[in-house]
């Protein structure tokens, strides 16, 4: 939900439910118009209030009686307080319902999500030309954005990207990287000796707290 609807029933602004059923409305110009959502919040304190109300209807309808009814809202946006748009508003007439964690792949990147559902159907963009298969490069973010394997869902038929060519400049770059030697050489504090100077920083504003943690440390203490 993005608007707050009844914050003592628990419809508020980021409560979250499972979109169950919609009712349209015909308009004059014979479109179907939404004008109420049943949602299946899980949650049985959310909504109790408004399945209390809308019990003799569920019942006449046939419609589950864990399911809360969300219906349109409406609002007046005021566009401008001064100058030549002064007194104008807007009126917002619209179900209060957003798709929940929906976003693209491309800002999906750096996300650690337990349960993830990829889209891979093909759909034709505002021109009427149908998308290409999504690339090896954006299945691999997608995909890994699951922590498990549980929970990673594929919403289309998978078709295995296909393998990159021989010139590849990142499959090059890798194999470059694994014919370089890497000699890794760490050295600690307190076994370099008394040969040098040692030089030792610590945050003098924490000190005092983390005066145990120094006590601690051997390379702190090494003189």
Not at 91 to 106: D, E, H, K, S
Not at 155 to 167: A, C, I, L, R, Y
Request: net charge positive.
């Amino acid at each position: 939900m993005s608007t707050n609807v009844d914050v003592q029933d628990g419809l508020f602004n980021g409560s979250t439910g499972i979109l169950k059923k919609i009712e349209y409305a015909t308009a004059h110009d014979k479109r179907r118009i939404p004008h109420r959502c049943w949602i299946d919040f899980k949650n049985p304190l959310i909504g109790i209030s408004k399945r209390t109300i809308s019990k003799s209807y569920q019942n006449r309808k046939k419609i589950n009686a864990e399911w809360t009814s969300i219906e349109r809202v409406t609002k007046n946006i005021n566009i401008s307080r001064t100058g030549r748009l002064k007194g104008f508003e807007i009126i917002r007439n619209q179900l209060p319902l957003v798709a929940a964690n929906g976003m693209t792949i491309t800002k999906s990147q750096g996300s650690s999500i337990p349960c993830v559902v990829v889209s891979i159907k093909p759909f034709c963009n505002r021109f009427g030309k149908q998308r290409r298969k999504l690339s090896r490069e954006l299945l691999y973010v997608a995909c890994s954005r699951a922590t498990s394997l549980k929970g990673l869902f594929i919403d289309g038929t998978f078709e295995p990207p296909v393998k990159p060519s021989f010139n590849d400049p990142v499959t090059l770059e890798m194999e470059r990287l694994r014919s370089i030697p890497f000699s890794f050489s760490l050295k600690f504090i307190q076994t370099i000796g008394n040969q040098v100077w040692k030089l030792y920083f610590h945050n003098v504003q924490s000190f005092n707290a983390h005066s145990e943690d120094v006590a601690c440390d051997k390379c702190a203490l090494d003189r």
